[in-house]
């Protein structure tokens, strides 16, 4: 890949191309809304296109109209700019999809500057490429500029035509190719930078004369040159920017693709990744150096794993901010916070709005749910806290469980600071537990406890001396008892 010197100026407009149908998804789901890198194909192609500032992006829908309109709506915010959709009629092709992006242009009657046409199929694609495409064009005054690549096999793309001298006369698609042609293996990306004003007039031109009976964005090559203009490639070495995913295997190829830059960028930055092929990181995933993930992680949507944390393996952490050198190990998290330098997992499960505090710990077999868990607070082993409030240096025991549900509604257990409480407490919300207070093993606590206090609710022990061999003579564990009183006598008295 060829670095971009200079940013060019802002294009007067970008037209991402989104109309098509996808069939070979074989998906209920719009082809260009299947995830990669946890965002869609074309939240991927919008925010390349963003990146350029156009003074206008446009998108160009048709196929599940209202449907893909909504999403690309909906990136507006990540995006910092509010896509302009643009219907496609029913007459069918690249051509008329960009003649239909360029109509919902407020400047539609006098297109001037560069438009940049783009697929809403094609996520690899950088803005650092689209700005050397951008770069090149204007810096040669050239009319259109397309981009492309050399590709080993080059079935099903339009061939880039030259003529004696090497300039580019035009573009066939391989369906109206001869044989001859479709040995050429420099190929159109469909991606491509045109004089806005050469553009509207040259598609005026384009008919549907050709073997698919489409109107072919292609066309405007050669009538753009046969005008006078010149016209001219970026070939890029980088086949990944420029391949659309027709099917799912495509998806995973470009998946997988997108996920080893992603990694691999994040290792560059400071991160070391244990195993890069079983870790998987969504573009929206920020971590700071000196991060350390392990294997079989995956880092979703807007996490953030803060310095000398360590987050692996088997983990999977959706929107969760990490703190400064925190451990989570085999974990499930989303939606929450662990502070700097506390402890998760292993095998917990940490669901939205959890927040635990610094140097604090929730551990093995562990499920909780809104909750706040203050600094140096522990939940070690076995339990649920959920709609819950724990303060600071609180140890709460084994097997401990808010019974936050009353069957219609939920109430909050509130638990102070310094408390103790013993294996398999029951807290029954709303409850509040005060500083300093304990309770007593297998204790069900439905009211209140002052500061200070244990709570005990299970009666105390009672010995029926002799109940095994009176019960259940004949038992094992009746010959059992008896061998023992015989060898010890007193035991037990
Ligand atoms: C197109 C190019 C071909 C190029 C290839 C690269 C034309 C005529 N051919 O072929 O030279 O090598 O892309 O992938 O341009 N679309 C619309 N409306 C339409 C038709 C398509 O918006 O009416 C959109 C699709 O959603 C897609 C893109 O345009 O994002 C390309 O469409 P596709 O049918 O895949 O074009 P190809 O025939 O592959
Ligand atoms: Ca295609």
């Known amino acids: 890949m060829t670095e971009s010197t200079v940013a060019p100026a802002p294009p007067a407009a970008v037209i991402v191309l989104a109309a098509g149908a996808g069939t070979r998804m074989k998906s209920k789901t719009p082809k260009i809304l299947h995830p990669l890198g946890g965002t869609s194909m074309i939240g991927h192609a919008l925010a390349a296109a963003a990146g350029l500032n156009p003074r206008e992006l446009v998108a160009v829908v048709r196929h599940q109209r209202d449907l893909v309109a909504e999403h690309i709506t909906s990136l507006s915010e990540s995006l910092g700019t509010t896509p302009t959709i643009a219907d496609q009629d029913e007459v069918p092709g690249t051509g008329r999809a960009v003649q239909c992006g360029l109509e919902a242009l407020p400047t539609a009657q ?3 500057g560069t438009v940049v046409v783009t697929y809403g199929d094609v996520p690899l694609l950088t803005t650092e490429l689209l700005g050397e495409l951008v770069g090149r064009h204007e810096a040669e ?3 259109v500029t397309v981009l492309t690549a050399l590709l080993d096999d080059p079935t099903g793309y339009g061939r880039i035509l030259r003529d004696e001298a090497g300039s580019v006369a035009g573009i066939v698609e391989h369906k109206d190719a001869t044989d001859e042609q479709r040995l050429i293996n420099e190929v159109n990306s469909g991606i491509y930078a045109f004089d806005g004003a050469v553009l509207t007039s040259a598609l005026a031109q ?10 072919y964005l292609t066309d405007v090559l050669s009538i753009a040159r046969a005008a006078g203009g010149r016209v001219a490639t970026v070939a890029t070495q980088d086949r990944w920017q420029v391949e659309g995913a027709n099917d799912r295997v495509q998806l995973a190829a470009l998946g997988a693709e997108m996920n080893r830059r992603t990694v691999i960028a994040h290792m560059r930055a400071g991160t070391t990744v244990q195993d890069p092929a079983t870790t998987w990181i969504d573009a929206t995933v920020t971590l700071e150096p000196d991060t350390t993930i392990l294997p079989n992680t995956h880092l979703q949507g807007a996490t953030h794993i803060a310095e000398d944390a360590v987050v692996g393996p088997d983990t999977t952490l959706v929107d969760t901010t990490v703190g400064t050198g925190a451990r989570v190990t085999r974990t499930q998290a989303a939606g929450a916070v662990i502070g700097a330098g506390a402890a998760v997992g292993p095998f917990t499960y940490i669901r939205p ?3 635990l505090g610094e140097e604090g710990k929730i551990g093995a077999f562990y499920e909780t749910k809104n909750v706040t868990v203050g600094r140096g607070s522990k939940l070690s082993h076995l339990g649920y806290a ?8 609180t140890n709460i025991g084994c097997g401990n469980i808010t019974a936050n549900y009353d069957g219609v509604n939920k109430h909050r257990t509130v638990i102070g600071d310094h408390v103790r409480t013993s294996s398999n407490t029951v807290f029954i919300a709303p409850v509040t537990i005060g500083d300093g207070a304990y309770t007593g093993a297998g204790a069900v606590v439905r009211k209140d406890v002052p500061a200070g206090a244990l709570a005990l609710t ?13 019960r259940r ?3 094992p564990a009746a010959e ?14």
């Not at 384009?206 to 698919?212: E, W």
């Not at 299970?458 to 009176?470: D, F, H, K, L, Y």
């Open 458 to 470: 299970v009666a105390p022990q009672r010995n029926s001396e002799g109940w095994t061999e009176e």
């Open 206 to 215: 384009v008919t549907t004369d050709n073997a698919q009976g489409e109107m």
């Open 473 to 475: 003579p004949g038992s």
């Open 386 to 393: 959920g709609d819950a409030e724990i303060g600071e240096h």
């Open 480 to 493: 059992a008892a008896a061998r023992a009183r015989s060898e010890k006598p007193d035991a037990g008295a």
């Open 353 to 355: 709005g959890t927040v």
């Open 141 to 143: 005054g050239n009319a």
């Open 110 to 112: 006098n297109v001037t």
